[in-house]
């Protein structure tokens, strides 16, 4: 029987099928009962999940991320979908299709890794030239590169979306930068490819997407200025250092790359550079988080998604111009 996918799923619906699980956790009810909650996923998406009248024992069964089939119901929750379940059998993971489960970029990633590859080689510093160059002369730190997401949830939450998000962004620049002429152009290609390089540290994407211990302690901002002085060192101990002005220059962008303290940058933007990453970052991200948002979210079945808190905004999804595309 085909799997049905989260995205298909409708409010009101019997459910037995199998979804990936991840961060269950134990909690108690106003009454002080028992509950789990718990996320269900495939590569179509997330539904927050409840078990209700749960045990200690059943919540010590759950995977942290791992593989269930479940018995339940679909319901709305103050316009969000929700999966009330009934019964859980946990499954193992060579059962299973992990096509079906991991969602994935629909774009070629030899072909965007490619591309990513191709700009960069357009750098004319020297300095910069050689960094970039040593990130992309690390095989094993590409592969993760090309293979991460770009975050959790919020935006490019797929395998490859890292890539993704990457490569939009460097073709934004390479269009904005005949507007500012004044702009210092291979400072903002580097940053772009380097200021999410350390996604691939804060992210487990192996079965579920997740934190990783490091992740969670330090953030991909603050791992990515020590990959990035890492980097620098060992150009250093080569005898081709990367002058400090660049490097703090390059490292500002990396760390202000968010725009807000609430953010999670430790600095705002403070050069014309920073504010150029910063924005492009921020457009991607809403773009491809909008977009998604738009095909997949239930709302109330009409032109308007459920609220985002994110975004501060429900989106209207009906298409006033048909360009019939």
């Known amino acids: 029987m085909a799997h ?3 995205k298909d799923i409708q409010p009101g619906q019997p459910l037995t099928e ?3 699980v991840s961060q269950p956790v134990l909690r108690h009810t106003t009454k002080g009962d028992l509950y789990i909650a718990m996320f269900l996923s495939d590569k179509t998406g997330k539904a927050n999940s409840r078990i209700w009248q749960a045990s200690e024992a059943l919540y010590q069964s ?6 269930v089939r479940i018995r339940g119901k679909s319901e709305l929750y103050q316009g969000t979908l929700q999966i009330v379940i009934n019964d859980v059998v946990v499954v193992s993971p060579e059962t299973v299709s992990l096509s079906d489960y991991m969602p994935r970029t629909d774009k070629d990633i030899d072909q965007m890794f490619q591309q990513v590859k191709a700009i960069i080689a357009t750098t004319q510093n020297p300095d910069l030239k050689r960094l970039t160059e040593a990130f992309l002369a690390d095989e094993e730190l590409m592969q993760k590169f090309c293979a991460a997401p770009a975050a959790m949830t919020m935006h490019h939450a797929y395998l490859g979306g890292l890539l993704e998000h990457t490569l939009n962004m460097l073709n934004v620049a390479q269009v904005l930068f005949p507007l500012y002429p004044k702009i210092q152009k291979d400072l903002v290609l580097a940053a772009i490819f380097l200021h999410d390089m350390a996604k691939t540290q804060e992210l487990s994407y192996n079965i579920a997407f997740g934190y990783t211990d490091q992740g969670q302690l330090l ?5 990515g200025s020590l990959l990035i002085t890492q980097k620098a060192d060992a150009l250093t101990l080569d005898g081709t250092p990367v002058p400090q002005p660049i490097l703090d220059s ?3 962008i990396v760390v202000s790359h968010h725009g807000q303290y609430d953010f999670g940058s430790p600095k705002l933007p403070a050069t014309p550079e920073a504010f150029m990453v910063n924005y492009i970052d921020n457009l991607d991200a809403k773009m491809n988080q909008t977009a998604t948002l738009i095909e997949n979210d239930l709302g109330d079945g009409g032109n308007w998604t459920s609220y985002q808190k994110s975004l501060e905004t429900r ?6 111009m048909d360009t019939g595309q």
Not at 62 to 67: A, H, K, M, Q, T
Not at 315 to 320: E, F, M, V
């Open 62 to 67: 759950i995977p942290s991320e791992g593989f």
């Open 250 to 252: 390059l490292l500002h």
């Open 4 to 6: 049905l996918f989260i």
């Open 18 to 20: 199998t979804y990936m």
């Open 315 to 320: 989106l209207y999804r009906h298409r006033a």
């Open 219 to 223: 953030g991909h901002i603050i791992q």
